[in-house]
């Protein structure tokens, strides 16, 4: 079974393969399909986003399509910045420039509210239309300052619950046991399994 993840971000194709390497499909990516068109991410919800990017690149490829919005919610913000997670500092923003302004913003905030989740939600979107959704969460905190080099987004500044290290400090083995992609990924691999077995 051929799957496309409707990505072109290295670091998140390298963490689903990751986790889905033990299945018995293939993995493709936009950079397969250079005719597929950037999708905008304009929905008010992760799993708007998630099925809206789906939903097209089964349409432009012909196969299934798999993509995946998630984002960091701080409870004391709002939940921000929520779906605006990855323009947080704005539209060009990089990763450092959005997480300056995330601790920037919770620069007063006590230690006991600085409470948040990671949230991912993924769409797996089939040829014909049809759409499966799966969510996953990982509850944590945000640190006053950077630590580590590993991961990417927010990750040097997300402490998963129960843990003294970020996101950044643990290898990509630690991070994928504790992570929301990989709670989401553990719904989608179990419907995986199933559809496998139908082929």
């Given at each position: 079974m051929e799957i496309v993840l409707a990505t072109r971000n290295l670091k998140k194709v390298e963490?689903?393969?990751r986790i889905l390497g033990d299945m018995e499909v293939t993995l493709l990516t936009l950079n397969d399909f250079p005719s597929c068109p950037e999708v905008e991410?304009?929905?008010?919800t992760f799993e708007g986003n998630?099925?809206?990017k789906a939903v097209e690149i089964a349409r432009c490829t012909?196969?299934?399509?798999l993509a995946d919005d998630s984002g960091l919610e701080v409870y004391a913000l709002d939940n921000a910045p929520g779906i605006r997670s990855a323009r947080y500092a704005g539209d060009n923003a990089k990763d450092i420039d959005n997480i300056n302004k995330l601790l920037s913003e919770m620069d007063r905030l006590p230690d006991d509210r600085r409470g948040c989740r990671f949230v991912c939600c993924i769409a797996l979107a089939f040829p014909d239309g049809e759409v499966i959704k799966f969510s996953g969460f990982a509850e944590g905190s945000i640190s006053r300052e950077m630590h580590g080099r590993m991961g990417f987004g927010y990750d040097p500044v997300f402490y998963p619950a129960g843990h003294t290290r970020t996101f950044a400090e643990m290898?990509?083995?630690?991070?994928d046991a504790l992570s929301h992609r990989r709670a989401a990924l553990e719904k989608l691999k179990s419907c995986l399994k199933i559809l496998l077995f139908k082929i």
């Open positions: 963490e689903i393969n991410e304009d929905a008010d998630a099925s809206k012909g196969k299934t399509a290898s990509p083995g630690e991070k």
